[in-house]
Nanobody, 122 residues
């Protein structure tokens, strides 16, 4: 059993930055690959970024590469998503997830957080 709790969301102006955090419970956290997904209003949940258990391998949605950075601090059981140059289209509920492989598919993740709202104003 793994529990994930996101934090760091809020309201930000276009061009600004936010850093989201995902705190995980459980002593097997280091064994899991982690991902971030988001769900804009009226749209399907979509892949944002993924990171391997070691933190060495990363993957990003093509449209977000260069603006978003995923990282992890295993000693703190925490995964981060640094978001820069934010745009109104980035407005969404952001979710972190844990799975057995680095993947862009929602079905490959076994555990999910409750989500945190990010709103970007123009």
């Amino acid at each position: 059993q793994v529990q994930l709790v996101e934090s760091g969301g809020g309201l930000v102006q276009a061009g600004g930055s936010l850093r989201l955090s995902c705190a995980a419970s459980g002593r097997t956290f280091m064994s899991y690959n982690m991902g971030w997904f988001r769900q804009p209003p009226g749209k399907e949940r979509e892949f944002v970024a993924g990171i391997s258990a070691s933190g060495i391998l990363t993957d990003y949605a093509d449209s977000l590469k260069g603006r978003f950075t995923i990282s992890r601090a295993n000693a703190k059981n925490t995964v981060y998503l640094q978001m820069n140059s934010l745009k109104p289209d980035d407005t969404a509920v952001y979710y972190c997830a844990a799975g057995v492989r680095v993947s862009r598919a929602r079905g490959d993740y076994d555990y999910w957080g409750q989500g945190t709202q990010v709103t970007v104003s123009s």
